[in-house]
T-cell receptor, first 111, second 112 residues
Framework: EAAVTQSPRNKVAVTGGKVTLSCNQTNNHNNMYWYRQDTGHGLRLIHY???????EKGDIPDGYKASRPSQENFSLILELATPSQTSVYFC??????????FGKGTRLTVV | GDSVTQMQGQVTLSEDDFLFINCTYSTTWYPTLFWYVQYPGEGPQLLLK?????NKGISRGFEATYDKGTTSFHLQKASVQESDSAVYYCVLVNYNQGKLIFGQGTKLSIKP
């Protein structure tokens, strides 16, 4: 069973603060993704990566950075968090153009 | 660019009712289409895959088909159960960029 682990599972941050969401996968998948989930929008792609050292902008990258230091780890960074970034964030991993496997999500609240 | 539209935001049915969810898509590539399901507190997981090669996928009593002429794809189940309560997403694979494009999701609620 493919495993994707996200941490933390819940986070409360203050406006203007820095937030780092972490993701680890043990599937040896090249591709990793960060999505956010909001009511009425489904899942929207923020950043993705084809492998260690690579990051690509998704459909809604503004206000977010990503880092892929190794095959297993992919982080999402909010340098200056805003209340509009309150959401549930999902990390996923997969091989090119096949099924992706999701973590359980991180609920982020920016106050 | 590639896109997926899922109009039914919420569907409420009784047990043993017929389920039908429809999506439309737009792509310049040969489409590969997924249906994902998300249960409360979990991440989405793959339910079905449909390709131009097979035109149909079947899993756990669900059936997915696609219609190239109307660029739409459908998820159906003959008789829903309370355990089917979840959010269902239609998903288009963008081969050029290797990413998945999600529809807005349909929340299925089953009245006991």
């Amino acid at each position: 069973e493919a495993a994707v682990t996200q941490s933390p599972r819940n986070k409360v941050a203050v406006t203007g603060g820095k937030v780092t969401l972490s993701c680890n996968q043990t599937n040896n998948h090249n591709n990793m993704y960060w999505y956010r989930q909001d009511t009425g929008h489904g899942l929207r792609l923020i950043h993705y990566s084809y492998g260690a050292g690579s990051t690509e902008k998704g459909d809604i990258p503004d206000g977010y950075k990503a880092s892929r230091p190794s095959q297993e780890n992919f982080s999402l960074i909010l340098e200056l968090a805003t209340p509009s970034q309150t959401s549930v964030y999902f990390c996923a991993s997969g091989r090119q153009n096949t099924e992706v496997f999701f973590g359980k999500g991180t609920r982020l609240t920016v106050v | 660019g590639d896109s997926v539209t899922q109009m039914q935001g919420q569907v409420t049915l009784s047990e043993d009712d017929f389920l039908f969810i429809n999506c439309t898509y737009s792509t310049t590539w040969y489409p590969t289409l997924f249906w994902y399901v998300q249960y409360p507190g979990e991440g989405p997981q793959l339910l079905l895959k449909v390709t131009t090669a097979n035109n149909k996928g079947i899993s756990r009593g669900f059936e997915a088909t696609y219609d190239k002429g109307t660029t739409s794809f459908h998820l159906q189940k003959a008789s829903v159960q309370e355990s089917d309560s979840a959010v269902y997403y239609c998903v288009l694979v963008n081969y050029n960029q290797g990413k998945l494009i999600f529809g807005q999701g349909t929340k299925l609620s089953i009245k006991p």
